[in-house]
């Protein structure tokens, strides 16, 4: 696998990003700074787009990125909200692979259901969790298990990041989406 990194954003991610680049030259290429021409080359070779923006106002790399083949892996916001479409494998359709923002209060995942049981460990902020018709607030360190077939959602409760581990007990990922 190789990573190639074009375009400019926060100081502190692009000398991150190129330190990393200085440690693995063999597997990821970093240019910071934005040229036409590369951006549509390095799109015409990729397999997959990481476009995990905060705030796109119209989104034409996802667009470019469809129409070269590769597949689009977007943040849920402005126009790559309204561009991509999430991969629903039991119809085989929609253009990509879109993930919620969970970095801000109400940011997750709206009402759904799996076939499975589904356990959640948050790591660090704190979760408020829909689970059939009871509340769950949930903190780091603390675990919510999710039985099969039973509607839930989550919200981030507070202005911290949430970062959860979410265990799918099952060999393949089956969502029923209810609102």
Known sequence: MQIVIHG???RQFE???SGWCASHR???AVRIGYDEALAHRVLAASDVLLAPSRFEPCG???MYAMKYGAVPVARRTGGLADSVIHFDPATGTGTGIVFNDFDRIGGGPRLHK???PETFIIRSGVALFTVGGETVRAGAGQIVIVPADTPHKFTNAEPTPL????IHE???FVTEWLE
């Not at 970062?163 to 979410?166: A, G, L, T, V």
């Open 8 to 10: 400019e954003g926060e």
């Open 170 to 172: 099952s060999g393949e």
């Open 114 to 116: 799996h076939p499975y």
């Open 163 to 166: 970062e959860s581990i979410d």
């Open 60 to 62: 034409l790399t996802q």
């Open 26 to 28: 063999d597997k990821i």
């Open 15 to 17: 000398d991150a990003l």
